[in-house]
C-alpha cells in the first residue's frame, strides 16, 4: 500500500530556508499517471495548495509562492522535496505532502484530485 | 483570497441528509474534489471527478456539479462525519490549484 511520509526541522528561524522531503513506500514515483504536491495548513485555518511536481522535473507552483518555493523530485530515492525560502511567521503551518492524480477529461469536464496524503508535519516559524 | 466558496459550517441531526456546497467560476470546466479533514488528521479524498468515490468511502458520500457549483451530499449522516470538508479545483487559468475555505459539519 502506497504511503507518504514527510520529514524535516519543526522549528525554522525567520527569514531562512525550510527544506523538506517527502519518501514515498509501497510505489515508484516515477509513475507516467501521477504527480506529487506539497499542500500546508495554517493552524485554525484552511488548506493552500504550494506546488505539484513530476517525475520528470516538471514543475507547477501556487503563483502568491512562487518566488519563495522549489519542489524538486529524487527518483532514484523515491522522494521529493520542498525548499520554501524567506520564512516568515505566516508559514507557520502543517506541511502536507501529497499525491495527485493525472488530469480525466470526458465530455469537456475535466478532474484530477490529492487521493493520498501523508500524516503531515508541523512547521513553526520562530526566532 | 480562495477562488472556491463554501459556507462556513452546517449542522445535521444524526441520520438526516446535508449538502455542502463550493462555488467557483472554474468548476463548470473542471469537476470538484472533495476531501473530509477530522481533528489532528490529515485530509481524506472523499469525492472526486462526476461522482468518484475511492476505496473504503462509504456511500452514503455522493457528489453532483451543477453550472459553477459543486456539490458534497451526506445521506444518512452518521456521528462520525462530523469534520471540516474542503473543496478543490483549478483556478481561473486552469494551471494551479486552489481549496475552498471549508464547511464545519456538525452532526446533532
Known amino acids: 500500500q502506497l504511503q507518504l511520509q514527510e520529514s524535516g526541522p519543526g522549528l525554522v528561524k525567520p527569514s531562512e530556508t525550510l527544506s523538506l522531503t517527502c519518501t514515498m513506500s509501497?510505489?515508484?514515483?516515477?509513475?507516467?499517471?501521477?504527480?506529487w504536491a506539497w499542500i500546508r495548513q495554517p493552524p485554525g485555518k484552511g488548506l493552500e495548495w504550494i506546488g505539484n511536481?513530476?517525475?520528470?522535473?516538471?514543475?507547477s507552483y501556487n503563483p502568491s509562492l512562487t518566488s519563495r518555493v522549489t519542489i524538486s523530485v529524487d527518483t532514484s530515492k523515491n522522494q521529493f522535496s520542498l525548499r520554501l525560502s524567506s520564512l516568515t511567521a505566516a508559514d507557520t503551518a502543517i506541511y502536507y505532502c501529497?499525491?495527485?492524480?493525472?488530469?480525466?477529461?470526458?465530455?469537456?469536464?475535466?478532474?484530477?484530485?490529492?487521493?493520498?496524503w501523508g500524516q503531515g508535519t508541523m512547521v513553526i516559524v520562530s526566532p | 483570497s480562495s477562488e472556491l466558496t463554501q459556507d462556513p459550517a452546517v449542522s445535521v441531526a444524526l441520520g438526516q441528509t446535508v449538502r455542502i456546497t463550493c462555488q467557483g467560476d472554474?468548476?463548470?470546466?473542471?469537476?470538484a474534489s472533495w476531501y473530509q479533514q477530522k481533528p489532528g488528521r490529515a485530509p481524506v479524498l472523499v469525492i472526486y471527478?462526476?461522482?468518484n468515490r475511492p476505496s473504503g468511502i462509504p456511500d452514503r458520500f455522493s457528489g453532483s456539479s451543477s453550472g459553477n457549483t459543486a456539490s458534497l451530499t451526506i445521506t444518512g449522516a452518521q456521528a462520525e462525519d462530523e469534520a471540516d470538508y474542503y473543496c478543490n479545483s483549478r483556478d481561473s487559468g486552469g494551471n494551479h490549484w486552489v481549496f475552498g475555505g471549508g464547511t464545519k459539519v456538525t452532526v446533532l
Open positions: 501529497a499525491r495527485r492524480l493525472g488530469e480525466e477529461c470526458h465530455n469537456n469536464n475535466c478532474y484530477d484530485a490529492f487521493d493520498i
Open positions: 509501497g510505489g515508484s514515483i516515477r509513475s507516467n499517471s501521477h504527480y
Open positions: 471527478g462526476k461522482m
Open positions: 472554474t468548476l463548470g470546466r473542471y469537476y
Open positions: 511536481i513530476y517525475y520528470s522535473g516538471s514543475t
